[in-house]
C-alpha cells in the first residue's frame, strides 16, 4: 500500500462542488450516501437515475425534453436520452456563473502576445464565424477540420461549429501531411481552416506547404481559411479565405441548431500505429454529460477556478479542457514547447495566470522530478489547489515529488480513459485521500472491473480492464461504419457485451487502481503477467537512463521467451557491462528476478505517437519479422526514425529468438 500524501479537509462535502452534488440528491431525489463507494456503487448500478441525476442538477438546456434516460442498455448500441434535442455549444457558451466581462480563455504561446476573451467576446468571436461557416454554405452534419494549434481561434471555430450542428475535427499543426490526409479523408470536410505556421519555442516552423498539400489531398473541399498565425501580415493563398473574413462583423443572432442527443459534435482518431486511425465520432449530449460530471464532481472546477492542462489539438485532452466553461471555469491555452526556455516555464505560466488545476503528463512530471527541479521555488504557486497527471501512469516517485517540490496542500489526481471516450475511466475525487502509486477511485458512472484470464472479475489482482455498463460518452460510432462492424471489432470482440479497453488494472480493496500498460503490451514470463509501467518506473529512475522501451517475445513452445530492454542514455554515455549489470540490479530488487532482461540494447531515440505514447506493439512486430511499413504507419510517429534500429536488429537477430 503506498503512502497517504493527501488527506480531504473535514468540511470537504460544504466546499466541493461533489459536496452539493450529494445534497441535491438528498433534497431532490432522497438519497444519502454515506461514503464514494456507496455513490459510486448506485452510479454505476441505478444508470437511469444517476445519469437523469447528472442531467437535471446541472440544468441541461434542451429544446425538447428526452422521452427515457437509457432506452437500450445493452453494448454495443446503447441508446440515451431519445427524444431529446440539444446542442453542446449552447450548454458551454451558458457559462454558469460568468458575467460578460469576467475572463473565460487565457491564451499563452511561443507565437504571439497572450490573448484574452471575456465571455462576452467569446459568445461575440463564435457568433461571427458561426455566421461565417454559414456564409460558406455550412450545414448541419456537415465537416470543418481545423489544422491550428491551441489558441482561441480554434476554440471558437469548435464551438461555432457545433453551433450549427456540424462536425468539427481537429489535427495539432505539427502531424505531417500523411497523418491529416489519412484522418480527413475519411470524413471527408467542406471547411479547412488552417495556420501559416508556428513557433516552437524560438523556431519558426512554416506550414503553408503542407497545408497547399493537405487542400489538394481532399477533394471535399469547398473552402481553406487561414489564419495568419506565424506572420500576422500574411495575405491569404490563392483560393483561401482570412480569418478576419470568416469572423468578420454582423448583425446576425448567436443561435444554436437543435440536435439529437447523439448527433456527430467531433471526431477524434486513435493513434492509427497500425492501418489507418479509427474515425471515432462523439456526440454531443453524451460529450456534454460526461464532461459535466467529470470536470465539476472529480475535478471539483467551477466559476473561480483557472484551469489549464497542457495538451495539442491533436489530443483527447484538448476537448476535455475546452468543456471548462460549461461548468464556470476559465481555461488557460497554451502553444508551444513545454520545456523552452526549461521545464520551469510551464509552472511560471500556472502562477502568471492564477492557475488552480494544472494538468499535465506524467512524463512531463517524471522528466520535472529527474531534473531536480523545485517549482515553487521557482513560481508562486499558492493558487493552486489540484494537479492532474494522464498520458501515462505515474509511479510512487512522480506522486511524492509533487508534495515534496510543488505543493503539500494539493490534490494530486492520476486519471487514465481514452480517445475513445474522451474521459477519464478511473481518477481522483475530492471525498477520497491520495496514496502514492495509485489512482483513487472509479468515476462515477463508469463500471470498471479488472478481469482475469478466464473472464473473472478480480480484486488485487491484475486484469483486463472492461467497461461493464454503457456510459453516455461511448462513441456514436466509427465514421463510415455504417454496420457497426469496426466499433464492434474494436471494442467488444473479446467479451461479448463488455467494453474491453486494452489496458491493465489492478483494483485494490479501496477501490484504488494501479494502471500497468497496455494489455497488448504484456510481459508474460512463464505465467505470470507483469506490466509494463512499473518496469519503466524502475529503469527510467536511474539517472543514466533517459527512456526505454520493453518488450517481450514470446516462445512458441509455452516456455519463458525473451525479454528485450531498450534504453536512451544520457548525453555521452554508452551501455556498457556495468551499466547493464546496474539495470539488471535495479529490477530484480524493485519487482522480481522474473523483471530482468534477457538483452539490453541502447538506441537513439524511443518510438512515440504524436500523442507520446510509447509504441511497445511496432517494436514487437518489427524483432519478430514484420517489415516496419507494415509493423507501423510512419505518419502516425512523432518519430518515425527511430524504428530503424529495431528493424536492424531483427535483421541481426538468429529466427530461432536466440540471444545476439
Not at 454505476?44 to 442538477?57: A, E, M, V, Y
Not at 462515477?444 to 482475469?452: F, I, Q, T
Not at 489496458?503 to 505470470?528: K, M
Not at 533517459?546 to 513452445?557: G, K, R, T, W
Request: charged share 20%; hydrophobic share 40%.
Amino acid at each position: 500500500m503506498g503512502d497517504m500524501l493527501w488527506a480531504p479537509p473535514a468540511d470537504v462535502r460544504e466546499r466541493s462542488r461533489i459536496g452539493g452534488y450529494l445534497r441535491w440528491l438528498r433534497e431532490h431525489r432522497g438519497l444519502d450516501f454515506a461514503d464514494y463507494d456507496a455513490l459510486w456503487r448506485w452510479s454505476t448500478t441505478d444508470l437511469d437515475g444517476f445519469w437523469r441525476s447528472i442531467w437535471d442538477h446541472f440544468e441541461v438546456i434542451a429544446h425538447t425534453p428526452p422521452t427515457a434516460t437509457l432506452a437500450e442498455r445493452g453494448m454495443p448500441g446503447a441508446r440515451w436520452f431519445p427524444g431529446a434535442t440539444l446542442n453542446y455549444a449552447e450548454n458551454v457558451l451558458r457559462m454558469p456563473g460568468r458575467v460578460d466581462d469576467d475572463p473565460v480563455v487565457i491564451a499563452h504561446g511561443q507565437t504571439r502576445p497572450p490573448v484574452t476573451l471575456t465571455a462576452g467576446e467569446l459568445r461575440a468571436q463564435v457568433r461571427r464565424v458561426s455566421a461565417g461557416l454559414r456564409r460558406l454554405g455550412v450545414t448541419a452534419g456537415d465537416r470543418v477540420a481545423a489544422y491550428a494549434p491551441n489558441i482561441p481561434e480554434t476554440y471558437v471555430l469548435l464551438l461555432a461549429t457545433a453551433s450549427l450542428g456540424a462536425v468539427f475535427s481537429s489535427c495539432a499543426p505539427e502531424f505531417g501531411t500523411r497523418s491529416v490526409t489519412d484522418r480527413w479523408q475519411q470524413i471527408e470536410p467542406t471547411v479547412l481552416v488552417a495556420v501559416d505556421g508556428y513557433r516552437y519555442g524560438d523556431k519558426p516552423v512554416d506550414r503553408r506547404a503542407e497545408v497547399a498539400a493537405i487542400r489538394a489531398a481532399l477533394p471535399s473541399l469547398r473552402h481553406t481559411v487561414s489564419i495568419p498565425y506565424l506572420d500576422p501580415q500574411a495575405t491569404p493563398q490563392d483560393g483561401e479565405l482570412g480569418w478576419a473574413e470568416l469572423a468578420a462583423p454582423t448583425d446576425e443572432p448567436l443561435t444554436f441548431t437543435p440536435v439529437p442527443f447523439d448527433h456527430p459534435l467531433y471526431v477524434l482518431y486513435s493513434s492509427g500505429t497500425t492501418g489507418l486511425p479509427k474515425p471515432i465520432v462523439h456526440g454531443h449530449g453524451g460529450i456534454l454529460l460526461e464532461h459535466l460530471k467529470m470536470l465539476a464532481l472529480h475535478h471539483d472546477l467551477g466559476p473561480a477556478d483557472r484551469f489549464f492542462w497542457f495538451t495539442t489539438t491533436g489530443w483527447m485532452m484538448w476537448n476535455f479542457l475546452v468543456s471548462g466553461p460549461a461548468v464556470g471555469a476559465t481555461i488557460v491555452l497554451f502553444d508551444g514547447n513545454p520545456g523552452h526556455p526549461d521545464l520551469g516555464g510551464m509552472w511560471r505560466l500556472a502562477a502568471e495566470t492564477g492557475t488552480t488545476y494544472f494538468g499535465t503528463s506524467a512524463p512531463f512530471l517524471l522528466a520535472c522530478r529527474k531534473a531536480g527541479l523545485v517549482p515553487r521555488e521557482i513560481a508562486d504557486l499558492s493558487a493552486l489547489r489540484g494537479v492532474g497527471s494522464t498520458g501515462a501512469p505515474l509511479p510512487a516517485e512522480g506522486f511524492h515529488w509533487v508534495y515534496e517540490t510543488v505543493g503539500d496542500h494539493l490534490q494530486l489526481q492520476s486519471l487514465s480513459g481514452g480517445t475513445d471516450v474522451c474521459t477519464g475511466f478511473v481518477g481522483g475525487v475530492p471525498l477520497l485521500p491520495v496514496y502514492a502509486g495509485e489512482i483513487a477511485c472509479r468515476a462515477l458512472g463508469a463500471k470498471v472491473e479488472a478481469r482475469s484470464a478466464d473472464g473473472t472479475p478480480v480484486i488485487g489482482e491484475l486484469g483486463e480492464l472492461v467497461i461493464t455498463e454503457p456510459m453516455p460518452s461511448m462513441p456514436v460510432g466509427f465514421w463510415n461504419d455504417r454496420d457497426g462492424v469496426r466499433y464492434a471489432e474494436a471494442y467488444f470482440d473479446v467479451y461479448p457485451g463488455v467494453w474491453r479497453h486494452g489496458d491493465w488494472i489492478t483494483i485494490n480493496e479501496r477501490g484504488g487502481c494501479v494502471i500497468t500498460g497496455r494489455s497488448d503490451a504484456t510481459l508474460n514470463r512463464g505465467g505470470v503477467r507483469l506490466g509494463t509501467a512499473e518496469f519503466y518506473s524502475v529503469v527510467e529512475g536511474l539517472d543514466e537512463v533517459l527512456d526505454s522501451v520493453v518488450v517481450h517475445l514470446e516462445d512458441d513452445e509455452g516456455g519463458a521467451g525473451e525479454l528485450l530492454l531498450f534504453v536512451v542514455l544520457a548525453e555521452g554515455l554508452t551501455l556498457d557491462d556495468a551499466m547493464r549489470a546496474t539495470i539488471c540490479r535495479e529490477l530484480r530488487t524493485a519487482l522480481s528476478p522474473r523483471h530482468v532482461p534477457d538483452e539490453i540494447h541502447q538506441v537513439r531515440s524511443v518510438p512515440r505517437t504524436l500523442s507520446a505514447k510509447k509504441l511497445e506493439v511496432p517494436v514487437k512486430k518489427i524483432l519478430t519479422g514484420t517489415p516496419v511499413d507494415q509493423a507501423a504507419a510512419k505518419g502516425a510517429l512523432a518519430n518515425p526514425e527511430s524504428l530503424t534500429a529495431f528493424a536492424a536488429l531483427a535483421q541481426r537477430r538468429p529466427p530461432t529468438g536466440t540471444p545476439v
